[in-house]
C-alpha cells in the first residue's frame, strides 16, 4: 500500500520568515496530494491540494509544488504569521474522491512573534 | 449549524467496557469516514461508507464496528475496550476529494 512520509515533524520559525514542509510518496499511481491544518482540539482542515497534472498550485501565502518523478511535494508557507501555528499533515491518494488518502505524521509548526 | 459534529468530545471508561461515538454531517455528503489520531498524531483511516454502505474497513480489530442508519450519521461502536484503543476518533464526510472532519472524540481507556 502507501505509504507517505514527512519531515520535519517539528519547525519553529520566526513570524515574516518562509516554512517548508515535505513529503515522500511510494506509490507512483497516487494522483491526489492534499495539505491538511490541524489548529489544537480542532480536527484536520484542508488548505490546498494539487493533482498530478499540475506541478505547481498557489493560494496566497500558500504554495504546494509536485515532482511526480521523485514523487514529492512540498508545502511553502511565506511571510508567517503567528495563526499559521498548528499541525499540518500532508496525504495521498490514488482517487479524485479522497476514499482513501494516506496521511503523512504531521509537521508541528511555530511561529514565533 | 456546524457541519459535522460528533459525540461525545470527551469519553473516559474502563477497559472491558463497550462504549459508542455519533457523528452526523448536514452537508449532504455521500461518503463518510471515521479515522483515527494516535497519541504521535498519527491519523489512519478505520472505516468509509457510500450512502449507508461499507467501502473501506482496513485492518482493524473487529471490536470495532461501524453503523450507518441513514447516508448522514455514521457511529462508532466499541466493545471490550483496551488500553490501545486510546486516541482521538475523528469522524469525516466527502463529496468529492475534499474531506470535511468532525471536532474529534477524545477516548481514554483506564
Same mark, same amino acid.
Given at each position: 500500500?502507501?505509504?507517505?512520509?514527512?519531515?520535519?515533524?517539528?519547525?519553529?520559525?520566526?513570524?515574516?520568515?518562509?516554512?517548508?514542509?515535505?513529503?515522500?510518496?511510494?506509490?507512483?499511481?497516487?494522483?491526489?496530494?492534499p495539505w491538511y491544518k490541524q489548529e489544537l482540539g480542532k480536527g484536520p482542515q484542508l488548505i490546498i491540494d494539487i493533482r498530478s497534472n499540475v506541478g505547481e498550485k498557489k493560494d496566497q501565502r500558500i504554495a504546494v509544488t509536485l515532482n511526480k518523478t521523485a514523487k514529492h511535494f512540498s508545502l511553502h508557507i511565506t511571510e508567517t504569521q503567528p495563526e499559521d501555528s498548528a499541525v499540518y499533515f500532508c496525504a495521498a491518494s490514488k482517487?479524485?474522491?479522497?476514499?482513501?488518502?494516506?496521511?503523512?505524521?504531521?509537521?508541528?509548526l511555530m511561529v514565533k512573534p | 449549524?456546524?457541519?459535522?459534529s460528533q459525540t461525545p468530545k470527551y469519553l473516559v471508561t474502563q477497559m472491558g467496557n463497550d462504549k459508542s461515538i455519533k457523528c452526523e454531517q448536514n452537508l449532504g455528503h455521500d461518503t463518510m469516514y471515521w479515522y483515527k489520531q494516535?497519541?504521535? #498524531?498519527?491519523?489512519?483511516?478505520?472505516?468509509?461508507?457510500?450512502? #449507508?454502505?461499507?467501502?473501506?474497513n482496513e485492518t482493524v480489530p473487529n471490536r470495532f464496528s461501524p453503523k450507518s442508519p441513514d447516508k448522514a450519521?455514521?457511529?462508532?461502536?466499541?466493545?471490550?475496550? =483496551?488500553?490501545?484503543?486510546?486516541?482521538?476518533? *475523528?469522524?469525516?464526510?466527502?463529496?468529492?476529494?475534499?474531506? *470535511? *472532519?468532525? =471536532?474529534g472524540s477524545r477516548l481514554t481507556v483506564l
Open positions: 500500500g502507501e505509504n507517505v512520509e514527512q519531515h520535519p515533524s517539528t519547525l519553529s520559525v520566526q513570524e515574516g520568515d518562509s516554512a517548508v514542509i515535505k513529503c515522500t510518496y511510494s506509490d507512483s499511481a497516487s494522483n491526489y496530494f482517487d479524485n474522491a479522497g476514499n482513501m488518502l494516506t496521511f503523512g505524521g504531521g509537521t508541528r | 449549524d456546524t457541519a459535522v494516535d497519541s504521535k #498524531k498519527f491519523l489512519k483511516i478505520m472505516f468509509s461508507y457510500n450512502n #449507508k454502505e461499507l467501502i473501506i450519521h455514521l457511529n462508532l461502536h466499541i466493545n471490550s475496550l =483496551e488500553l490501545g484503543d486510546s486516541a482521538v476518533y *475523528f469522524c469525516a464526510s466527502s463529496l468529492t476529494g475534499e474531506l *470535511f *472532519f468532525g =471536532e
